[in-house]
């Protein structure tokens, strides 16, 4: 009976060959912390590395853009009629791009001008990503921190505060987004105008930002409530409140610092979701209006031209959607960065 | 079961209700002049305002114009008085500022043009999202799964706008090789209806599709890490029963779950595609009563998308029991 | 006595995984038989390459993601050259695994009765109804009680232990010659473990089919193993037949273990960390032995071999028991005998 596992003792093959790992390369893996560890994972993914350098572009570019404009020589709203043949559409080719300032506007136009106005179409689109970005990155973080108060709140304290923010988070998610912002825009616009009537864009951004943070805290709400529910069992949350811990203390000393992965990656990808929500209302001409640069109008102004000007329907739609997948990929190895288990 | 549902309508009612009071007390309270839409062109002078307004109570304190907005929808109701009064039977939701013509109306002829897209959109989306998402799943890290990963990446950063204008722009105007968008009813002409929806079908289709696929992949990943998978091929089943009768059946609820949220929001979405489309529909309807101050459209709108998300929300918790057995409704 | 040829034979497997953060070598090098009528019990704390062996010994691995080398012969033919559609022959019906958490190993959307008449009809060609007939005999005779009724149950109806017994007739409907069992009773409490192993024991005989009891439990093996393979780092520190190993144990990280298993009137479900510090990372193991972090006889420094050199599963005196450990076999006798016997602890 003893022969039965003593079949490995006439072999007794051992790894022996295999080559030992490098002391100092043992001692740079222990000594990782989570963060450097995803941030050594990220590094590996290529398509997350460019697209994090695209979308940094974005934001330089927006955060940059009275900058450009010195450089490029045309402000987003100078008027050049003189550059539009009689059916106003731009003179030259494709939508009038040129990059010899040897026209009657004495400056380059890398990406043409917009029909009508004669507008240079790339500081429209530099001051358009500065408007897109500022909405988009504001209301993400103001949403996120709604979402994460509303889920540590909601997660925290259980009970029939638990059960109020979720029946409210179903409430918010029931309405019908884009329907209630374009009808509720307008009219939070009039509360905003001053004595004449006039409504500045500074307020119409504001109003903008704040529809979508109100309607955009719930996934992270959600999302929050969960991981905080499964964390709120572990050993160390239980120490700390048997070591007589308050709970605010448990919340942002305790629980936050464990949510940053997820947090982090909402919010990458809220960004890019707020942009395209933005344009959506812009593209239904509800928004930031004139002279204010906006990407979805443009496409929106582009459609009456379209079928003779198709240049001016393409840069803004096209930069649109470069923006959102750089961010959109960005947010993707992030994610995968931080959870490696997760399966994209 | 049947508890379940009564209790989850009920709740699905109460949220309508807080949803059509703060609508209400948003556009009601803090419109311009209703009064004055309701002249059309030719501008009236003060005192036929005063009348309009009198009339149809646009004054009254707001829960009072709340109230007979509620009681219409159940009982029907008069809007105006003596000769210029508007018989609006039930269930009504007021009638337009514009044309005095009851809202359900005209809603009713929106409604065909918006289920038309919908439909067809949806039936798109799901039959191509989801199997590409599965297969790709299944054949993880190959080619078809690339392409997937690539496509659900580009559908969700694609405007439905942009790429519906674009299409509209290539196909229709300049190779002239699609028909162009629009709506006959399908009773009249299939065939027209067919190819006059085509293009916002495969649009708004292959968009959502991105997001099916996407979502259908991870679950399907997901599933197929469980354990009783494992032991469905330890059983020795074929890798074919494996994938279908045990993986695909387990992923089903949460597919079913995002297609049922999903259909319940497409009509707060119509706004962007009839607009881009310039299809008829209640979204477009929406837009333009936005733009005239036509606040019962509005309103009407909102409820009825609000509406159709409560409900898709219910029937998803129903069809979750049937499908989960772990589920139990009480 | 001794058969010539095992039911089950490994050589020398190793299977390794390509992760992202490096190879996993979860098994690396492990030779074991087993016989039918027989029990090997595997032994180890979790991370140390059990389930990954038992996995491959049912060709369960993705061939494609884990790298596998060696020999696994199940009644002759290796498991590791097996076409998938002969694999599927010998998966269920010669050899059926038991799992360890039977919530998640059972499918939540199918009945009981569905899914052990499923496991029989792939390897029977007989009616629904047939299978039926046996899958309730099944469950009967694995001590559940009403099993027509229960049959027509969800997994979620039942208790941890119903649960584990409806698994293990799901497993033993085609009569396997071997079974494989990793952890069974882990996820259950003590009495209800007692019970399931006395069933497995019970089947055993009666069908006389070789066991893999796979646990990190010592227990458990002294319960109902003939014999027994220390596994540590996906490597085997130790093995051989349960008096020896149990009675005479010569390597350090069995000496862990067996001192941290409970004793007869402590509480069972106490979690005892068995040795100090944590079982190594597959992906990069301790060089030499690696247990030596966590050892406390090890050799280390000016040369000496516990960093330096991986211990040869090497043939100590006792027959069928081997040992790898650098320690020379007297001094390991000795310091068993003085420090481990005497003081009861090993740490
Ligand atoms: N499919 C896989 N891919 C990568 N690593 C794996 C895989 N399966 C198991 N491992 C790793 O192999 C090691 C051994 O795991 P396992 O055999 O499950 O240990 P246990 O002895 O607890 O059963 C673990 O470190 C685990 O992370
Ligand atoms: S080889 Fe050295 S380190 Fe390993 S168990 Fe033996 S004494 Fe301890
Ligand atoms: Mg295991």
């Known amino acids: ?344 | 079961m049947l508890r379940y549902l009564i209790k989850r309508s009920l709740i699905a009612v109460i949220t309508l209700l807080m949803i059509s009071i703060t609508t209400f007390w948003l556009f009601f309270a803090g419109s311009a002049n209703p009064a004055a839409q309701m002249c059309g062109a030719k501008a009236c002078d003060a005192a036929k305002i005063e009348r309009i307004n009198k009339s149809l109570g646009l004054k009254d304190p707001i829960h009072e114009q709340y109230g007979r907005f509620m009681s219409g929808i159940f009982t029907g109701r008069e809007i105006g008085e003596g000769a210029d009064a508007i018989k609006c039977p039930a269930p009504c939701l007021g009638v337009s500022f514009r044309t005095s013509e009851p809202v359900l109306d005209i809603i009713e002829r929106g409604l065909p043009v918006s289920a038309s897209i919908a439909v067809g959109s949806a039936v798109i989306s799901v039959l191509l999202g989801v199997s590409l998402g599965i297969a790709s799943a299944l054949k993880r890290g190959g080619w078809l799964d690339k392409f997937s990963i690539g496509f659900a990446l580009t559908g969700a950063s694609l405007q439905i706008f942009f790429l519906g204008l674009l299409l509209q722009m290539v196909l229709v105007y300049q190779l002239k090789i699609w028909d162009r968008p629009r709506y006959v009813p399908p009773s009249e002409d299939f065939l027209g209806w067919l190819s006059g929806m085509s293009l916002p079908w495969v649009t708004l289709g292959v968009l959502s599709a991105a997001t099916y696929a996407r979502f259908a992949r991870a679950e399907m990943l997901e599933i197929l890490s469980e354990d009783f998978v494992r032991t469905a091929r330890a059983k020795g089943l074929t890798p074919r029963a494996v994938n279908i009768k045990h993986a695909l059946r387990a992923s089903l609820s949460s597919i079913v779950t995002i297609f049922g949220l999903q259909l319940g929001g497409l009509l707060g979405g119509a706004a962007i595609t009839e607009t881009t489309f310039d299809m008829p529909g209640i979204g477009k309807l929406a837009v333009k009563a936005v733009g005239d101050d036509n606040l019962p459209i509005v309103m009407a709108t909102v409820l009825l998308a609000a509406f159709f998300v409560v409900l898709f929300n219910v029937i998803v918790d129903a069809m979750y029991a049937v499908i989960d057995p772990r589920v139990k409704l009480s | 006595m001794a058969d010539q040829n095992p039911y089950l034979q490994v050589k020398d497997l190793r299977v390794q995984f390509k992760t992202e953060d490096g190879v996993v070598k979860a098994v690396d090098g492990v030779s074991f038989a087993v016989e039918r009528g027989k029990t090997l019990g595997i032994v180890g704390e979790s991370g140390s390459g059990k389930s990954v062996t038992s996995l491959s010994i049912m060709g369960l691995h993705n061939r494609k993601r884990a790298a596998m080398t060696g020999e696994i012969l199940v009644d002759g033919r290796n498991i590791l050259n097996l076409p998938e559609e002969k694999l599927r022959e010998v998966r269920g019906q010669q050899v059926s695994m038991i799992f360890q958490d039977p919530l998640s190993a059972l499918h939540p959307f199918y009945t009981i009765g569905h899914q052990i008449v499923e496991a029989h009809q792939v390897h029977h060609k007989v009616s629904k109804k047939e299978s039926r007939k046996r899958a309730i005999e099944m469950l009967d005779r694995v001590g559940i009680p009403q099993p027509a009724k229960r049959a027509d149950q969800y997994p979620h109806e039942f208790s941890g232990g119903m649960r584990q017994r409806a698994m293990i007739a799901m497993s033993l409907v085609n009569n396997p010659n071997l079974i494989i069992a990793d952890e069974p009773t882990t996820a259950l409490d003590v009495t209800v473990q007692a019970q399931i192993l006395d069933l497995l024991l019970d089947l055993q005989r009666e069908f006389n089919s070789a066991i893999i009891m796979i646990t990190h439990d010592l227990g458990v093996i002294s319960q109902i193993a003939d014999d027994v393979l220390v596994m540590y780092g996906g490597r085997a520190v130790e093995t051989g037949t349960v008096e020896s190993v149990m009675r005479r144990p010569q390597h350090p990280y069995t000496w862990g273990l067996l001192s941290s298993v409970p004793s007869l009137h402590g509480d069972a479900n106490e979690d005892l960390v068995p040795i100090k510090g944590n079982p190594p990372s597959l992906i990069n193991l301790p060089s030499g032995c690696a247990f030596n972090p966590r050892c406390r006889y090890a050799m280390l420094g000016d040369g000496r071999p516990c960093d330096l050199e991986i211990p040869q599963l090497l043939q100590v005196q006792e027959r069928g028991h081997s040992v790898a450990c650098h320690l020379p076999e007297q001094e390991r006798v000795q310091t068993y005998q003085q420090d481990i016997a005497h003081s009861g602890v090993a740490q």
């Open chain 1, 1 to 344: 009976m003893s022969d039965t596992t003593s079949s490995g003792q006439g072999t007794a093959l051992e790894p022996g060959t295999a080559p030992e790992p490098k002391a100092e390369n043992k001692a740079a893996l222990v000594g990782r912390s989570p963060g450097q560890l995803a941030w050594m994972r990220f590094k590996r993914d290529r398509v997350g590395v460019v697209s994090m350098w695209i979308s940094v572009t974005f934001l330089i570019v927006a955060i940059a853009a009275p900058l450009i404009e010195m450089v490029y020589g045309q402000s987003a709203t100078t008027l050049n009629s003189n550059l539009l043949n009689d059916d106003s559409r731009p003179l030259g080719v494709l939508g009038g791009i040129t990059f010899s300032t040897d026209n009657p506007s004495n400056n380059i136009h890398i990406l043409g001008v917009e029909p009508r106005t004669g507008r240079d179409i790339f500081m429209q689109l530099v001051y358009g990503a500065r408007t897109s970005l500022g909405i988009a990155v504001t209301a993400s973080l103001i949403s996120l921190a709604i979402g994460v108060v509303m889920g540590l709140v909601a997660a925290y304290r259980g009970g029939w505060v638990d059960s109020f923010i979720n029946w409210f988070t179903d409430f918010m998610l029931a309405f019908p987004f884009v329907l209630f912002a374009f009808a509720a825009i307008p009219i939070v616009n009039t509360w905003l105008a001053d004595d004449k009537g006039e409504v500045s864009p500074f307020s119409r951004v504001i109003t903008i930002i704040v529809v979508f943070s109100v309607f955009g805290w719930m996934g992270t709400a959600r999302l929050v409530r969960g991981q905080v529910l499964s964390l709120r069992e572990r050993e160390y949350i239980e120490a700390a409140r048997a070591a007589g811990a308050g709970t605010g203390h448990i919340l942002f000393r305790q629980l936050l610092p464990n949510l940053w992965a997820p947090i982090l990656v909402t919010l990458s990808l809220g960004v890019p979701a707020t942009v395209t929500g933005e344009a959506a209302l812009s593209f239904l001409n509800i928004g930031v209006t004139e002279p204010t640069p906006d990407w979805g109008r443009m496409v929106n102004e582009s459609v009456a031209w379209y079928q003779v000007e198709p240049m001016y329907m393409l840069i803004p739609g096209v930069a649109l959607f470069l923006l959102v997948l750089s961010f959109n990929l960005f947010g993707d190895a992030l994610r995968d960065a931080l959870d490696p288990k997760s399966t994209k």
